[in-house]
Every structure is written in C-alpha cells, then in structure tokens.
C-alpha cells in the first residue's frame, strides 16, 4: 500500500495524480524497467556524487540521518533520497542538504512520467529515476540513498559499482513477507536468511559491504556472507556496546557521543553510519565531523518525542512520543527504551501482524487506543484483543486517556506517523 501524496500546489498534484495511476503487472520483479527508464533519462545514475547505499528491515532511515548529519558537519553537500514520506512526497528527494521545491518536483515527475509513459514503471522506479535525475543535475559531495523494500530488486539497485562508496544493511526482521519471500529456485529458503539475501542484493564488486556485529541471526549472517563472496565485495562490520555510547571497529574504540535519535538500538545505526564512512576512501571526513554529526542527527517519527502543539494539547501534561514501528524488531526495540508503562494508541494497516508491537511491550501497555489510519485500509480494535478501545481519531484518544503522567506512544504505522506530525504542526523539513 502506497502514499501517494498530496500537494497544495496544484502543478505537484498534477504529476502525483499521474503517478497514483500507475500500476505494476503482479510478479514483475527485477531492474530492467528501472534500467530502461534511466537509458531514456540520459542514464543520471551514472552521474551520481559517490552513493551511500542502506538497506535493512528496520533503521535504515535512521542510518541514512545519520550519514548526512556526519557528511554535513564536514562541509559536505549531500543529496538524500528516503522513503516513504511522512507529510509531503517532497520529503523523498533532498538536493544539497534542502527538500526539494514544489517548482523542481513538479518539472521533475513530469519529466520522468512523460519518458517511461509506456514502460509501466512503477511509483517507486518514477521516484528514483527522478531522485537520481534531480542528483546528476545538481553538483554535490556525496548522496545517500535509501533501498525501499528489499534490495536485489529494489529500483536503487540500479546504482552500478561505480557510483556507489560503500553499502550497509543494517537490522533484518520479518517484514513485506509477500514480496520478500515469493517462492523462487536458488534462494534460500528459511525466512530470514531470504530476507538477508534479499538485503544483501545490494553488494557491489570492490564495494565495501558493511555490516552489524552479532545482531543478524546465524542464518542470515550466513546468507549475507555468500552473497557477498560471490559479488566481490568488500565485507566490512561494526557494532555498538556500552548501550550505544561506543563504536567498534577495526579502526578503534573513539568513545564517541551517544546518538541523538531517541532509543538504545540507534547506537548500532550510528555505528553502521560511521563504519561506513570509514571502510570508503572516496569521501573523507573528519572524527570531529562524526561526533557533531552522531549528536545533530534528526529522523522524524523515530522515537520522536513531540512538542507541545495543537495534538498534545489534547494529552494534557503527559509526553506524546511518536514512532512508525510496526513489526516484532520495531516492537522490540521500543520495549526496550520504556522503563516504565505507557499509554499505547494504535494504528496499523490491515497487511501487517497486530501482534506484532504489543507481544514485545508485554505488559508495559497500561491501556491500548486502536486508531484508524486515515485512507487506508487497517485493522479494527478486535483484531488487537479484549482489552482495544476504539476511538475515531488521535485527538479522540489522547483526550480520552487517563491524565496519570505516563508516557504515551503512538505507533504501529509511518503514514499515522505522518498524520500525527501534520496535527501537530511539525511538518519535517
């Protein structure tokens, strides 16, 4: 299920409106329509600044933060591309450290659409193609980029050795099990490790491949291994310790600051982010550099604790945290950052597990709001259990909670994530 967007000027609601036509032929998987697309654009990805490539099923986002943060305490001009959006399809397209304009986009998407008219690309291989295009146009430092779903056949994948400094993955969970684990000869076949050879698709020949330290599980780990064994490429790792205060690799303990980006499993991201750096010789920046960028780094809807505006007024006193979590690692990982009961209000597509945050929190949940998540199709308050409460939306269910000075969560989906930003006027920028 895809966010299509919406836009205020009416020139981005044009091609958005064009790319919300679209649609993929069931089973299309691979990179020739992505690889067409580019040959007609003048093949921009061939263009690129030096490319951080991530992928993973959970903090890759928050690893890409953390790579412009770092690159931009350096002086460097960085282009991002991210996905998804929260509020603004904008959000998807960074050029040298700025969203880009509605004006930009607008020309951009119409530019892309119009060429791969009728290649029947798909919405994220239209996003990309643009990404790429807006990148190869503007000079710049270094790019980050962030794989959507997977990796091997992910339209970043398009990105060819050449252009690419370093790649990491960074956590791996069960996650888009549909596509991710479709039945096909000479994979593998026990879930996870199919998902870590999907993420490791992304190894290039003669590339750094970066990884973390005993977080993947045995099979993964091996999946990864084989993979990048048979590419060529360079595999490299990192890992965090004394609760995310310290990162290790084979260039030294430099005891570096504790990350910005609320949570103890962002220490391994940060630490994925900065091996990275360190394991490419293509873009150097200074220790200084990582540490102001390891401490400024921002990723909205992670662990974010919201300011006092028009939605947590309805809270009352108590702290509204926000995170778009929703899956057993997401789950996990939040259980881990409460020490003390909270609040939950939920809101979850209908393709994704119910379970899947709540049998990590455990009992930490003092009360469970099930939300809908608007236009789009999710699951009902008795899909969560005998003790789910309904309310008809996030300022509905802040009102309604107990004012016990607990903590309250939101959660379960990015796209509510973006919601609760937009009620609260804090639009990411």
């Known amino acids: 299920m895809v966010d299509f967007g919406r836009s205020d000027d009416p020139r981005v609601q044009a091609q958005l409106d064009r790319l919300r036509a679209l649609s993929v032929p069931q089973g ?6 992505i690889r067409a697309l580019m040959e007609r654009l003048g093949n921009p990805h061939r263009k690129l600044p030096p490319a951080f490539h991530v992928a993973g099923t959970n903090g890759k986002g928050s690893v890409c933060a953390f790579l412009r943060a770092i690159l931009e305490a350096d002086g460097k001009r ?12 904008n959000e998807r397209i960074r ?18 659409l119009d060429a791969g008219e009728d290649l029947g690309p798909s919405f994220f291989e239209v996003t990309i193609a643009a990404a790429f295009l807006a990148f190869s146009r503007e ?42 684990l479709a039945p096909e000869e000479g994979v593998p076949t026990e879930p996870l490790a199919r998902i870590a050879f999907e993420k490791a698709g992304i190894a290039k020949r003669g590339v750094p491949l970066v990884t973390l330290v005993e977080v993947y599980p045995p099979e993964a780990e091996l999946a990864i291994d084989e993979v990048a064994k048979r590419v060529g490429a360079l595999r490299e790792s990192a890992y965090s310790s ?7 690799d084979s260039y030294g303990d430099p005891d570096l600051p504790s990350p ?7 220490g391994r991201n940060a630490a994925l982010a900065v091996a990275m750096l360190r394991y490419q010789s ?29 939605l947590t007024a309805f809270a009352r006193q108590q702290a509204v945290w926000l995170d778009g979590g929703h899956n057993p690692s997401a789950g996990q990982a939040i259980a881990e950052h409460f020490d003390e009961p909270i609040h939950l209000v939920l809101g979850m597509l209908a393709n994704k597990n119910p379970r899947a945050l709540l049998d990590p929190l455990g009992e930490k949940v003092l009360s469970l709001t099930i939300v809908p998540v608007p236009d789009h199709e999710c699951h009902p308050p008795e899909a969560f259990g005998p003790d789910a409460r309904a ?18 969560l939101i959660a379960g989906s990015l796209y509510l994530a973006g919601v609760a930003l937009r009620l609260n006027d804090e639009i990411p920028d």
Request: charged fraction near 20%; aromatic fraction near 4%; include cysteine.
């Open 391 to 408: 309310a008809a939306d996030l300022e509905e269910a802040l009102l309604n909670l107990p004012n016990d000075g607990r903590p309250i």
């Open 95 to 112: 050029i040298a450290g700025e969203l880009i304009s509605d004006e930009a986009l607008a020309a951009l998407l119409e530019d892309v």
């Open 28 to 33: 299309r998987l691979g990179l020739e329509t």
């Open 242 to 248: 004394d609760g995310g205060r310290i990162y290790v």
């Open 282 to 310: 293509t873009v150097r920046v200074s220790n200084d550099a990582i540490s102001k960028g390891i401490k400024s780094a921002r990723w909205p809807a992670r662990m974010q604790l919201l300011s006092h505006g028009p």
């Open 139 to 180: 000079p710049a430092d270094a790019c980050v980029v962030e794989v959507g779903l997977g990796g091997r056949f992910d339209a970043t994948n398009v990105l060819e050795p050449e252009a690419v400094a370093a790649c990491g993955i960074a956590a791996i969970g069960l996650d888009h099990e549909k596509f991710l």
């Open 78 to 89: 960085v282009h991002v591309t991210t996905s998804p959006h929260l509020v603004r399809y």
């Open 260 to 266: 910005s980006i609320q949570g103890p499993h962002q």
